[in-house]
Structure formats: structure tokens, C-alpha cells
């Protein structure tokens, strides 16, 4: 998902919620869905800790004011590269993205040869377009990639996904929700054919931390304390949907029926899933290629997911200073 290299919407950062004098500060953006369990956790848990608007590249830039971040693993992969002290501790959702075109000739992933493919270089859905061609055969280069603005809520601009496969610039969008439900409706499910494939890609949006905070006494009992919190609202957008999926809405500006289309596409359960490392030492692959840089050796992820944190939040270890 969007990340430091992106920021048509981060602007200035904002106090969202929280009292000033909180424990701990966490930097998420605010116009994605997924950060929201962090804010239920806050609000409905009594969890000590504010939200400010960024990611994870504030964590590595502003680690004495900055304490956790949220972001996809896209981007914590590209700051692990130059930011070694960093730690994914918790996974907060998984979202299966989805390749949405327009039917007629296109019936499977491979008719997209040769095609204009809409979504945000440098991002998740970039990489999610990627492995979704290659999973049908069809390598870099033998399509179109086309940059385009993600939309929150109709009517969307002219520049954005939506209207652009609408509009027909190009033949498919690849994007994280609403931005493809929204491209779904925009053409109409009836004309409409959609890719997805969880094996293929799912996004990985994780809550990171550093070395330094997790080696303070005090500040990793604040994190662990916060974790379990989080775990409380992570069963919440589990359990009961219908609380959170109004919430969610009105929070992140979604109308609240599309963001009713779209809430099955998330996995909201939570954790550490096993296949972590295989996961990110592959994408880093694609995330240096981007960035120019040599990929992250596999110990490097190894060391970069810490799962500590979870198992002493869970009640499953102690942390020995």
C-alpha cells in the first residue's frame, strides 16, 4: 500500500484521536481501511496511545517521537532496507486484492497481454499486478502499466482508477478497496470480471516498531499492553462487523453499502501467519528491484518479524531484560 514514495494525501500530520499526553504514538494513514482496528482499540479499549497521519517512514525517520506504524509490507520492506532496527510485530489484516477489467475478450488474467493496466507504481498493487500476470504467464513489460489515483467515494475524478477503466485509458485496475469496488461499480457488476487469487497476493498491512523500543523495559511493556488491546478490536472486526463496518466507513469517507461490497475481501483475524518470511523475502526481490538496490538477504527478514511481542501480549512468554 502507499508509502513514503507517495504522498498525494498525507500532507500535514494530524491529531486524530487519543488525549495529547498519550503513552504511545503511532503514524497510519488515514484514508485506508486497514488502519482502523488500531483506532477501535483506542476507542472501544481504552488502548494509551494517539494516531498521527503516515506510515511507516515516519517510524524510520522519527523514532524518538514516533513509537509504532502501521503500513503495508510493501513499504516495510523499503525502509528495512536502509533502517535495519526495524521490527514487524503483529499483522493487522490481509486483503486479497483484486484485477478488475471489463468482459468481452478478457476471461482470464493472460488476455491482458498486450493491455493497459491501471493502478500505483511502488505500492502493493503494483507488486499485486505483477504476480498476478506472472501467476498466468505473462512477464513485465508484455503490458502497459498505467499510473492512476485511487478513490474513496463517488463520484471520483477523472484521473482515478475508476473512471479511468470506465472511460476505457485503460483495460483493468489493480488496487486495495474501495478503489476496485468502486471500478467494479463504475462499469457495472454485469460488465464486469474480476481476478483474485489470496495464494497469489494478499497484502500484508502490519504494525511495526524498533530494536531500540523493543529493548526498553518500559516502552515495550506500553507496546505489549497496546497489542493487547489491538487483539480485543481485531476480534471486533471480526465478530461484529455491523458495529465497525459504519465506523470504518464514516472514519475513512467510504459510502457505507460499498464498503459493505467490499469488507469480505479483508481478513481481519490477526497474528504472525507462518509463511511471513518465504512471503517477504520474495516480494523484496521486487520491492529492490524497484528501488534499485540489492534485495534483503532471507536472515535479514528472519530478524526483521519479531514475534515476541504477540506471544508475550497472548500471554505466552515474558520478555528477560
Known sequence: MLGSTVTWWLGSTLLLSGLSTATLTIASAFQVVEYMP???AIQDFEADAKLINGGVANLASSPDTIDLAGNAETQGLRQLATHKDLRLIYVIA??????VAKK???TTPADLEGKRIG????????YFVQKMMASAGVQDGAYTVVSGLPCNQA????NSLPEMLKSGSVDAVGFWEPTDQLALNAIGLDNAVIFQNSTVYREIYSLYTTVDKLNDA???QDIVEFL???LQASNKFVTDPDDVIPRVASQVKIDEDVLREAWSVHD???GLPADLVDTLTEEDEWVAKQDGRIALARADIEIFIDRTVLMEAQGNSTYLQ
Not at 94 to 99: D, F, G, K, M, S
Not at 119 to 126: K, Q, R, V
Not at 155 to 158: L, T, V, W
Open 38 to 40: 488500531q483506532l477501535v
Open 94 to 99: 490481509e486483503v486479497a486484492y483484486r484485477l
Open 104 to 106: 468481452g475478450s478478457i
Open 119 to 126: 493502478t500505483m507504481p511502488g505500492t502493493s498493487a503494483a
Open 155 to 158: 463520484p471520483c475524478a477523472a
Open 218 to 220: 518500559a516502552m515495550r
Open 228 to 230: 493487547k488491546k489491538l
Open 268 to 270: 481481519w483475524k490477526g
